[in-house]
C-alpha cells in the first residue's frame, strides 16, 4: 500500500521505471548477440565434427544391423529351409543395403593410410563372408529341394565341390548350418567388426583434438553468454514481478469480478485504473438497482400488485422443481363487466383492487408473492403442503373477508400430492372447474 502510494504522488514513474528496464534490456540482448556471434564462428566448426561424430555412429549402426540381419537370416533358412527367410535375406541385400551401405561410406571417410588399411580388410571379409553365406544356401536349397527358379542367381549360381554335391540330404543340411556357425565363419564377423572400430577409432581421434581446442573458444564466449542471459533474467524477472503484481494479477480480478457481477477494486497509484475502477463500480450498482426495478416491473401487475403472468409462470417452474404437495386456487371476480359498462372502468379497477387485496390478506405469504393476477378479472395462489381439508378453512376464510369488502369473488382449488406428478394445466383444470361451480353459485346469492 505504501509503495502504491509513492507512486501515485508521481504518475509518471510507472512510465519511467518502464522505459529503464526496457533499456537494460536492449543493452543485455545487444551483448548476447555479439557474444553469440563469436560463439557460432567457433561453435559451427564443432557442429561438424559432432555431425562427424553422429555420422560413424550412424554407419557403425547400420553396419551392426545389415550384418545381423544377413546372418540372421541365412542361419534361419539354413535350420528350416523356408524360402521366405531367403527372400528376407536378399531384401536386406539388394534392396535395404545397410551393410554395404555402411561399407562404402567408411571407403568415402578420408584417414590415414593405417586407417584405411583396416577398412580395406573389413570390406574383404565382408565379401568373403557373403560368399560362404551363398555357399550355405546352395547347400540348404538342394537339401529341401526347392525349385532353382526360386532361387536368386547369387545363388543358383553356386558350385558345389563333388564332395559337398555327394552328401546326403541331412548331411548337406549340418554341412550347411556348420558354415555358418564354424570358427572361420565367427572368425570372419569379428574381423569386420574389429576393422571398422579400429578405423573409426583412428578417424575419431583425430576429430577429437581439434574439437578440444575449439571446444575451449566456445566455452570461453558461452561463459560471457552465459553472465549476459542471467542479467537478461534478472530484469525479466523483475519486470515480470512488476507487472504481475502491480497490473496483470488486478486486471485478473477484475475480470473475474466483472464475469460474477462484482464489484472491482484497481491499484491507486494508476490514475487510469482508479479511474476505471470507479466508473465501473458506479456503473455496476445503478445497473443492479435498474435490473431489479426492471424486474419488479417485468413481474408485478400494475393495477393491484400482485404478481402478473410472467411471476405466475417464474412460480410455477420454481414448483415443478421443487415437488411436493401443492394447492392452486383460482379466483374470478363477478359482475366485473356490468361494473365496467354501468360505472366506468374507474369503479371496475377498484373492484379489482379490493379483490387481490382480500386474496392477498387471506393467501397471501412472504409478501404475497405466491398470488396472481393471471388475466383481467382471474387471480391465481399457491400454498405448498396443504391438504384438501386446510384449503377449505381457507376458502371459508376468504369467503368471510370479500363478504366484508363487499365483493363476489368465485373461488376454486385442487390439491396436488405430487405437483411433478401432474401437469399445470391439469391442477389448473381441476380448480376451474370448482371455480365455475363457485360462480354459478354466486349469481343466484343475493
Partial sequence: MQFNRAIGKRQFNLKIIMLIISGLMLLFCALMIGFAVQERHYNERSIELSARHMKYTDI??????????????????????????????????KEDRNRDKAMTMLAKITATEEAAAYIDASMNCSIRLMDREYYSMRLTSLAYDIPEE????????????????????EDMKDK?????????????????????????????????????LLTQKVEYYAHLLQISIFGLTILIVFMTAFQYIN????????????????????????????????????????????????????????LTGLGNRTAYNIFCKKLFTAGGKVTLFVFDVNDLRVMNNTHGHEDGDKLLKISADCIARTFGEGD????????????????????????????????AEIKREGVKVAVGYYCAEDVTKVSLHQIFEEADKMMYLDKERLKTTV
Fill in 60 to 93: 557403425a549402426t547400420g553396419l551392426a544391423q545389415g550384418s545381423h540381419t544377413l546372418t540372421e537370416e541365412v542361419r534361419l533358412f539354413a535350420e528350416t529351409g523356408y524360402i521366405e527367410h531367403l527372400r528376407n535375406y536378399f531384401k536386406e541385400a
Fill in 150 to 169: 526360386v532361387l536368386p542367381i547369387e545363388v543358383s549360381g553356386v558350385t558345389l565341390s563333388e564332395e559337398d554335391k555327394a552328401l546326403s540330404v
Fill in 176 to 212: 550347411a548350418r556348420t558354415i555358418l556357425f564354424d570358427r572361420e565363419y565367427m572368425d570372419m564377423k569379428r574381423r569386420i567388426t574389429n576393422g571398422t572400430s579400429r578405423f573409426l577409432d583412428a578417424v575419431q581421434e583425430d576429430a577429437e583434438k581439434e574439437y578440444l
Fill in 247 to 302: 497490473v496483470i494479477h488486478p486486471i485478473a480480478v477484475a475480470s473475474d469480478n466483472i464475469r460474477s457481477g462484482k464489484s472491482i477494486k484497481m491499484p491507486l497509484f494508476l490514475e487510469e485504473t482508479e479511474a476505471l475502477s470507479t466508473a465501473y463500480n458506479k456503473l455496476l450498482s445503478d445497473n443492479a438497482a435498474l435490473v431489479e426495478k426492471l424486474r419488479v416491473s417485468a413481474e408485478t401487475d400494475a
Fill in 368 to 399: 404475497a408473492k405466491n398470488c396472481f393476477r393471471i388475466g383481467g378479472d382471474e387471480f391465481a395462489a399457491f400454498l405448498c403442503g396443504r391438504d384438501a381439508h386446510e384449503a377449505e378453512a381457507y376458502i371459508k376464510a376468504f369467503s
